[in-house]
């Protein structure tokens, strides 16, 4: 599975951004999709994640009642839609799949898209 990832950019506080992941190679269907993000100076960690059906979502703290991750797989995407952006959202965010494992450890995912910057100013 080839992922790419988009829609990172500039943001406000407050704001919204929204992330696509487009997955190549293979179906998306098959696969637990996750969002992960890697802050400048600190280590990658888990932002959301999503069954391979949809129904199911599970969110980090931080970001939780302000994310949402979505998929279309029909269209092999999967989406982060960001609300109420704070500058601690500033990172680089990562796209993740895998064809067992519904996660949050970084460890268990075997295919990654390439990231996608957002910054989030004051």
């Not at 059906?53 to 979505?70: H, L």
């Amino acid at each position: 599975v080839q992922l790419q990832a988009s829609g990172g950019g500039l943001g406000q506080a407050g704001g919204s951004l929204r992330l696509s992941c487009v997955a190549s190679g293979r179906t998306l269907s098959g696969h637990v999709m996750a969002w992960f993000r890697q802050a400048p100076g600190k280590e990658r960690e888990f932002v959301a994640r999503i069954s391979r059906s949809g129904t199911s979502t599970s969110y980090a703290d931080v970001v939780k009642g302000r994310f949402t991750i979505s998929r279309d797989n029909t269209g092999n995407t999967v989406y982060l839609q960001m609300n109420s952006l704070v500058p601690e959202d500033t990172a680089v965010y990562y796209c993740a799949a895998d064809y067992y494992s519904y996660s949050s450890s970084i460890e268990d995912y075997a295919y990654w898209g390439q990231g996608t910057l957002v910054t989030v100013s004051s």
